[in-house]
């Protein structure tokens, strides 16, 4: 069953509670997301590094419930 845009959301902001986060659904079937992050928690990491945190945020759920997902990540200013 695909991941709702309501629980990628949640996930998301468990993990980044300050975070600004905007989600897209790219092909309106609930499993192909884009989502842009914006949080200090990335201060100071190479994208990649900030990519893993979002999957890990995920807990699991990429591949599963979630197809893909297209990222954007940030830090603010």
Same mark, same amino acid.
């Given at each position: 069953?695909?991941?709702?845009?309501?629980?990628?959301?949640?996930?998301?902001?468990?993990?980044?509670?300050?975070?600004?986060?905007?989600?897209?659904?790219?092909?309106?079937?609930?499993?192909?997301?884009?989502?842009?992050? @914006?949080?200090? !928690?990335? #201060? =100071?990491?190479?994208?990649?590094?900030? &990519?893993? /945190? @979002?999957?890990? !945020?995920? #807990? =699991?759920?990429?591949?599963?419930?979630? &197809?893909? /997902?297209?990222?954007?990540?940030?830090?603010?200013?």
């Amino acid at each position: 069953m695909p991941m709702t845009q309501a629980d990628l959301e949640a996930s998301l902001r468990e993990a980044f509670p300050d975070a600004q986060i905007a989600i897209e659904d790219l092909a309106g079937d609930g499993d192909h997301y884009r989502a842009r992050i @914006v949080s200090d !928690a990335f #201060k =100071g990491l190479p994208r990649v590094r900030q &990519h893993q /945190l @979002v999957y890990a !945020a995920l #807990k =699991g759920k990429m591949g599963g419930e979630l &197809h893909a /997902l297209a990222l954007e990540t940030s830090v603010p200013g």
